[in-house]
């Protein structure tokens, strides 16, 4: 059966040396250059067919982002140009600056070696609910362009865990919550938007959001409960080999919501063929047909046949 990858890393020398200037590191990134070769291999063992290519951890990059993410969109085009078969890309924009933004997003919009845009759970400690992030939603909505959105480390969270256990989920969550209780889905009911990770706790704790509803909460704008949006969201699998979890989110948002995701970036790592294992075992044939790949058939214009 046809696999789509929706949520899968790499890391070409623009981003290592972007992290190194800026002084960031992160242990779990392949030392070595980014090899399609390599990466093909990997996919192979698990049957993958495509990869979408991101690099969240370009915006941990403090300076110059702008033409950091230029140099990153370039080399994902190289690279998918190099293998048109097996990899797209998400489009990285540097949100620092909302012209910027919006003029890398028209400069890439007729290559199709991208699929749609990658975006950070909040940029720099700000939600993307906030107003000036509202022009960027638009230029989307109007484009057409699928959302990825990736977390990232939250300003709302204050403890000694890795990140990646405790405060990435809780950033999906609150950066969701935020733009549905903004208006986001009022003003763009057919904008796609794919949450990582089965959306964070959002399937799970979504109608306890719901008792906040009302006259009361002054800073919500949206015209429905909060959980009632939840048809509109896509989530992916990545690291979501808990029945019990896929099961909420499935619940919450449909089986025609979950794209495959595998969160593959280091071959160290056994992400890929965890999720794998987990959904041959775990759904039927037909619910596997969704998620591996019609979903994602529907959603992106740009895939290789």
């Given at each position: 059966?046809?696999?789509?990858?929706?949520?899968?890393?790499?890391?070409?020398?623009?981003?290592?040396?972007?992290?190194?200037?800026?002084?960031?590191?992160?242990?779990?990134?392949?030392r070595?250059?980014?090899?399609?070769?390599?990466?093909?291999?990997?996919?192979?063992?698990?049957?993958i067919?495509?990869?979408?290519?991101s690099?969240?951890?370009?915006?941990?990059?403090?300076?110059?982002?702008?033409?950091?993410?230029?140099?990153?969109?370039?080399?994902?085009?190289?690279?998918?140009?190099?293998?048109?078969?097996?990899?797209?890309?998400?489009?990285?924009l540097?949100?620092?600056d909302?012209?910027a933004?919006?003029?890398?997003?028209?400069?890439?919009a007729?290559?199709?070696?991208?699929c749609?845009?990658?975006?950070?759970?909040?940029?720099?400690?700000?939600?993307?609910?906030?107003?000036?992030?509202?022009?960027?939603?638009?230029?989307?909505?109007?484009?057409?362009?699928?959302?990825?959105?990736?977390?990232?480390?939250?300003?709302?969270?204050?403890?000694?865990?890795p990140?990646?256990?405790?405060?990435?989920?809780?950033?999906?969550?609150?950066a969701?919550?935020?733009?549905?209780?903004?208006?986001?889905?009022?003003?763009h009911?057919?904008l796609?938007?794919?949450?990582?990770?089965?959306?964070?706790?959002?399937?799970?704790?979504?109608?306890?959001?719901?008792?906040?509803?009302g006259?009361?909460?002054?800073?919500?704008?949206?015209?429905?409960?909060?959980?009632?949006?939840?048809?509109?969201?896509?989530?992916?699998?990545?690291?979501?080999?808990?029945?019990?979890?896929?099961?909420?989110?499935?619940?919450?948002?449909?089986?025609?919501?979950?794209?495959?995701?595998?969160?593959?970036f280091?071959?160290?790592?056994?992400?890929?063929?965890?999720?794998?294992?987990?959904?041959?075992?775990?759904?039927?044939?037909?619910?596997?047909t969704?998620?591996y790949?019609?979903?994602?058939?529907?959603?992106?214009?740009?895939?290789?046949?």
């Open positions: 059966m046809r696999k789509i990858d929706c949520h899968s890393h790499g890391f070409p020398p623009v981003v290592h040396h972007a992290l190194a200037a800026s002084g960031t590191s992160f242990s779990a990134i392949p070595t250059p980014w090899d399609a070769a390599a990466r093909i291999t990997e996919m192979n063992e698990v049957t067919d495509v990869e979408l290519l690099c969240p951890h370009v915006y941990a990059v403090t300076a110059d982002l702008n033409n950091v993410c230029r140099e990153l969109n370039d080399a994902f085009a190289a690279n998918v140009a190099a293998h048109r078969a097996r990899f797209r890309a998400f489009v990285h540097d949100l620092s909302a012209a933004a919006i003029a890398e997003l028209d400069r890439t007729g290559n199709d070696a991208f749609g845009v990658i975006l950070p759970s909040n940029f720099r400690g700000r939600y993307l609910d906030e107003p000036e992030f509202i022009p960027l939603w638009a230029a989307l909505a109007e484009l057409k362009a699928p959302v990825f959105m990736h977390p990232v480390d939250s300003p709302c969270y204050h403890d000694g865990e990140p990646t256990v405790l405060s990435w989920p809780f950033d999906t969550t609150l969701l919550m935020r733009l549905i209780t903004r208006g986001l889905f009022d003003r009911p057919d796609v938007l794919i949450a990582s990770h089965l959306g964070g706790v959002l399937p799970f704790i979504a109608h306890r959001i719901d008792i906040a509803f006259p009361q909460t002054t800073a919500w704008t949206c015209a429905r409960p909060p959980s009632s949006y939840l048809p509109n969201i896509y989530v992916d699998t990545a690291i979501g080999w808990s029945r019990a979890a896929f099961d909420c989110a499935r619940e919450q948002v449909g089986i025609e919501h979950i794209v495959f995701g595998t969160d593959h280091n071959a160290n790592l056994p992400h890929m063929k965890k999720i794998d294992t987990f959904i041959l075992s775990a759904l039927t044939e037909s619910e596997r969704h998620v790949h019609a979903n994602a058939e529907r959603i992106f214009s740009a895939l290789p046949s």
